[in-house]
């Protein structure tokens, strides 16, 4: 065989081997930064913040030949305080349109996509953490409002630190993609830690 046969015959494997890796090598997610503000919630009866919703934002890349199939995409809260699911956006035009979680979505090859989501952090009610907190609920109960957007998470963390590591330790990221590699349905799900 030729020179130029035997080209073509490396390239046709590599291409060949480079399609069939496995869903959790082929997947690649970052987490971004994110200028977003933080979301207070109120709860105006109890003149306490019941919630607090941290903007998250993180790409996932296809390094593979193959376009891949997901569905749920979770934040995992590891407080012991928890949460409530996540609200999962798009950004477009500057502009966040919210998607489904658990619709069915591809990542083309070699492609990737950015998501942002927005936690929904419940909040210590004791008079310690709702102390730190109690300019802003002055201000919402003030302006008769039961949410207040307070800057980005790093002039949070920079004012409130230890709540911010209380709330968001261990947190994580999980995309759950079906494996194409399987001759039945079999989900892969891909985790990664939430870096704050």
Same mark, same amino acid.
């Given at each position: 065989m030729n020179k130029i046969g035997n080209l073509i015959v490396i390239v046709f494997v590599s291409v060949i081997i480079g399609g069939c890796v496995s869903t959790p090598k082929a997947i690649k997610i970052n987490q971004?930064?994110?200028d977003l503000p933080v979301v207070l919630r109120l709860s105006i009866k109890h003149k306490k913040v019941r919630m607090i919703n941290f903007p998250v934002k993180f790409k996932m890349i296809n *390094?593979? =030949?193959?376009?891949r199939t997901y569905s749920t995409v979770e934040y995992r809260y590891n407080s %012991? #305080?928890?949460g409530v699911g996540i609200p999962l956006y798009e950004?477009?035009?500057g502009k966040l349109t919210r998607?489904? *979680? %658990?619709k069915w979505k591809e990542i083309s090859s070699y492609d990737s996509i950015v998501y942002t989501c927005y936690t929904r952090? !419940?909040?210590?009610s004791s008079r310690a953490v709702q102390s730190l907190l109690q300019p802003y609920i002055d201000k919402m109960l003030t302006s008769n409002q039961d949410s207040l957007l307070i800057g980005s =998470?790093?002039? #949070? *963390?920079? !004012?409130h630190p230890e709540l911010l590591l209380s709330l968001l330790k261990n947190d994580s990221i999980s995309v759950d993609f079906f494996n194409p590699s399987e001759d *039945?349905? =079999?989900?892969v799900d891909i985790k990664i830690p939430v870096k704050w």
């Open positions: 971004q930064d994110t *390094k593979s =030949l193959q376009k %012991s #305080f928890g950004e477009n035009s998607i489904s *979680k %658990s952090h !419940r909040v210590d =998470l790093d002039e #949070f *963390k920079m !004012r *039945k349905p =079999l989900s």
